[in-house]
């Protein structure tokens, strides 16, 4: 299912983002440009990413240092769209 139509964007795209790092819904917009247009998918990315567990989010919750996640492998994404 679309999540976002603009860019051609699935949940399992958005989970599979969420998956390599991606905790917010700006680090999503930055892998694939989900959220970056009309922004009416902004919500449903937030609740994807809230059901999720997110790796980056646990290491800080316990205290870790969190290191920022290189996300530009995913060009390819936005050829697709």
Avoid at 23 to 52: F, Y
């Amino acid at each position: 299912m679309y999540v976002c139509s603009c860019f051609g964007v699935t949940e399992a795209q958005v989970k599979k983002h969420a998956e390599d790092g991606a905790c917010t819904p700006r680090q999503i917009a930055s892998a694939c440009k989900a959220g970056t247009d009309c922004g009416s998918c902004v919500r449903r990315i937030q609740a994807i990413l809230g059901r999720g567990a997110c790796p980056r989010r646990e290491l800080a919750d316990q205290g870790r240092p969190v290191l920022s996640t290189d996300l530009s492998g995913y060009d390819a994404l936005d050829e697709a769209a």
